[in-house]
């Protein structure tokens, strides 16, 4: 079974090169993310993340939401192994499928049915499992004959209905999503929540950052609420949803 441990975890940003009195009294004025302070060295440091601990087991649906800057994102990219936890401890069981960029690894010289290729590759499957899922990935990007051309030739929405399909396509244990409803034009979202849909369905633990109200009732059995880069909430989604907006 999946599972996440994170116990006092925290993520660090050292920032160099700057006048510390000059750069802190700016800084503060200006950002709504975690902390800024002086280490031991007297260097600047912003605490994206600051002493989290948590657990998600086997069906947990966890909603992430906070002001822009809370931690969100820093949190979903701590889960996703691009950053590595400055103090404390994190364990995740199972394999981790993060939907964070979905244009990452897109080629614009390639054809669709080559994006198809490289993207479902850097996502973690085997040419097989590929070939095998090609004509359902094709179906749903509603794209047509534009898979045998170039990406320069496609619209923006062209791009990210293509990118969300090659995304789509995995199978996931843990499930990370930044987002990812907002994706493609209005034709496209019924049959991108759908899929969308069935890939939560089928996932073990998914951790979900979202502004959408509606997806965190809907989706979420626990919600962290974070601000400044700490736990302000974890719990019941409609208790976050109240202190959040309050």
Same mark, same amino acid.
């Given at each position: 079974m999946a #599972?996440?441990?994170?116990?006092?975890?925290s993520v660090e940003f050292p920032i160099y090169n700057v006048n510390a009195r000059s750069f802190k009294k700016k800084f503060l004025r200006l950002a709504t993310g975690g902390? @800024? @302070?002086?280490?031991?060295?007297?260097?600047?440091? @912003? $605490?994206?993340?600051k002493d989290i601990t948590l657990t998600l087991k086997h069906g947990d649906r966890l909603g992430l939401i906070g002001h $822009?800057? &809370?931690?969100?994102?820093?949190?979903?990219? !701590? *889960?996703?192994? @691009?950053?590595?936890?400055?103090s404390g401890d994190l364990r995740t069981d199972g394999h981790v499928s993060p939907m964070l960029d979905i244009m990452h690894g897109i080629e614009t010289e390639f054809t669709g049915y080559e994006n198809i290729m490289q #993207?479902?590759?850097? !996502?973690?499957?085997? #040419?097989?499992?590929?070939?095998?899922?090609?004509?359902?990935?094709?179906?749903?990007?509603?794209?047509?004959d534009y898979l045998s051309m170039p990406m320069r030739t496609y619209s923006s929405g062209m791009m990210v209905r293509l990118a969300f399909s090659i995304s789509a396509s995995i199978k996931?244990?843990?499930? *990370?999503?930044?987002?990812? %409803? $907002?994706?493609?034009?209005?034709? %496209? *979202?019924?049959?991108a929540r759908g899929r969308m849909i069935h890939l939560l369905n089928q996932s073990s633990i998914v951790v979900m950052a979202t502004h959408s109200d509606d997806l965190i009732t809907e989706f979420c059995n626990k919600v962290l609420l974070l601000e400044?880069?700490?736990?302000?909430?974890?719990?019941?989604?409609?208790? &976050? !949803? #109240? *202190?959040?907006?309050?």
């Open positions: #599972r996440i441990d994170l116990r006092k975890v902390a @800024v @302070v002086k280490d031991a060295n007297q260097h600047i440091v @912003v $605490n994206a993340l $822009n800057g &809370a931690g969100k994102s820093t949190m979903l990219r !701590l *889960l996703a192994g @691009v950053y590595e936890p400055t #993207r479902g590759t850097l !996502l973690g499957l085997s #040419r097989a499992e590929i070939k095998a899922q090609i004509q359902e990935i094709a179906e749903l990007t509603g794209l047509g996931p244990d843990i499930l *990370l999503i930044d987002e990812i %409803f $907002n994706a493609g034009d209005a034709d %496209f *979202l019924e049959k400044g880069g700490q736990i302000k909430y974890l719990g019941d989604p409609g208790e &976050a !949803l #109240r *202190l959040y907006h309050n």
